[in-house]
C-alpha cells in the first residue's frame, strides 16, 4: 500500500508541476551504452521530462513491469511474456573479446573449438547475452560445461577491465565493447559461423498510455547512429 500511495503522491506532484516521470527499467548490457545518452538526447528536447533510471536482471525488470514500478523497460533479448508489447530498437551480435595482447587478437575470426582451454568471465546464467550464447552451443551440440568459467558477474565494467588485463576472454555485445575497441583497449573478434543476433527491445505493458513517447524515443536514437 505504501509503494501505491507513493506512487499517486507523485503522480499529483508531477500533475501540479507539469512534469512527465518514467520509471524505466534496463539491463546491464542495453543500460551500459547509447540508452544513457538516448535518455538525455531525449530529455533535452523535452524539459517537462523526468527520467529514473533502474538497472536490474532481466526477471526483475519482468517483475517491476507487473507492480507498475517501471513504466516501460529496455532490455536485450526478445520478449518473452505475452502480457506486454515490444518495439525493436536495434539488433547486434555477440563476439568473442579479447585483450590486445592476447593471441588471438589479429585474427580475423575464431572457432570455439580452439577457446577450449581459455579461460572465460561470463555473464550470469540469468542475462539475455549468457542465454543466447548457450543456446548457440547447443545448437552446434556443443555446452558450456566444456569450457573454463573463471568469473561469472553482472558487471560490464568488471569483465571489460579483467579481459583488458589479460585475465580471461568473453563473449559479448559488439555494441558494448565498440568504444573500448576504437580506444584500442578490447579487440573484437566474431566466432565461426555463428548467429548469436541480439535484439534491443522497448518492452511495456499493454495498458501503456504514452507509446507515442516510445516511436519518439526509437527515432531520436536512429539519429544518434
Known amino acids: 500500500m505504501t509503494a501505491v500511495y507513493n506512487n499517486t503522491h ?28 538516448l535518455l538525455a538526447a531525449y530529455c533535452r528536447e523535452h524539459s517537462d521530462v523526468h527520467i529514473n533510471l533502474i538497472t536490474d536482471s532481466i526477471n526483475n525488470i519482468y517483475n517491476k513491469l507487473k507492480l507498475y514500478e517501471a513504466d516501460f523497460a529496455i532490455i536485450d533479448g526478445r520478449l518473452t511474456s ?8 536495434d539488433t547486434d551480435y555477440l563476439c568473442l573479446i579479447v585483450s590486445p595482447q592476447h593471441p588471438l587478437a589479429n585474427r580475423s575470426s575464431v572457432s570455439m573449438n580452439e577457446l577450449l582451454e581459455e579461460s572465460f568471465i561470463l555473464r ?43 585475465m580471461g576472454v568473453s563473449i559479448m555485445s559488439h555494441n558494448a565493447c565498440r568504444e573500448d575497441e576504437q580506444k584500442g583497449r578490447l579487440k573484437t573478434i566474431p566466432i565461426t559461423n555463428s548467429t548469436m543476433i541480439r535484439e534491443i527491445n522497448l518492452v511495456y505493458p499493454k495498458d501503456f498510455q504514452h507509446v507515442d513517447v516510445l516511436l519518439e524515443l526509437k527515432k531520436t536514437y536512429s539519429k544518434l547512429h
Open 82 to 89: 505475452d502480457k506486454y508489447h515490444s518495439i525493436l530498437l
Open 124 to 166: 550470469s546464467k540469468e542475462a539475455g547475452t549468457r542465454e543466447i550464447f548457450e543456446s548457440y552451443l547447443e545448437s552446434q551440440r556443443d555446452s558450456i560445461r566444456n569450457y573454463r568459467i573463471l568469473i561469472e558477474t553482472d558487471s560490464l565494467a568488471t569483465i571489460k577491465e579483467l579481459v583488458m588485463s589479460n
Open 10 to 37: 507523485q503522480a499529483l506532484e508531477d500533475a501540479r508541476n507539469h512534469l512527465h516521470r518514467f520509471n524505466i527499467a534496463t539491463t546491464p548490457t542495453a543500460g551500459g551504452y547509447y540508452i544513457p545518452q
